[in-house]
């Protein structure tokens, strides 16, 4: 497990600070009636999405960019009434990866087929999971390391 600090220097070896402020963090949660965990909050500072190790996460600012967590989670809201303390982080081919503003393990990387059991976690594949959004950018910036060093 790496400290923010320590993933914030490896970040910034690989990619420049592209984060959001507080204001839009405060606006997603209230779009979104939920409370962000704390260290996606850090992370967001200087992270707002995008390509990293392979994955294009859904960018974390709403307005004027497409995809984004805040349509994309009001859209499975809506579409298979996806619980309100989810927010949907990508969608990889065949797959989703949200996380859970509530409980542990924090990030779930699941078949999309499994989605619509997100909410008794009762899935058919195991899922990928992560206890924190830290560890999950944690392993985003090992692969995007791994994928720098193979060029």
């Known amino acids: 497990m790496s400290s923010l600090d320590e993933i914030y220097e490896r970040y910034m070896q690989l990619c420049p600070e592209d984060g959001i402020n507080e204001d839009v963090i405060r606006k997603i949660e209230e779009i979104l009636q939920l409370k962000l965990p704390d260290d996606y909050c850090d ?5 707002s999405g995008g ?10 600012a709403y307005k004027d960019i497409t995809p984004n967590i805040v349509d994309e989670t009001l859209r499975l809201r809506n579409a298979i009434k996806l619980p309100s ?9 065949n797959s989703i990866i949200i996380m859970d503003t ?11 087929t499994d989605i619509e059991r997100i909410d008794t976690m009762s899935f058919i594949s195991p899922p990928d999971t992560w206890e924190t959004f830290l560890d999950f950018f944690t392993k985003l910036v090992e692969d995007e390391e791994e994928e720098h060093t193979e060029l």
């Open 43 to 47: 992370i967001a500072k200087f992270y």
């Open 51 to 60: 390509l990293l190790g392979g994955i294009s996460c859904f960018a974390f």
């Open 85 to 93: 303390n989810f927010v949907v982080l990508a969608e990889p081919p």
């Open 102 to 112: 509530q409980n542990n393990p924090s990030v779930i990387w699941c078949d999309a």
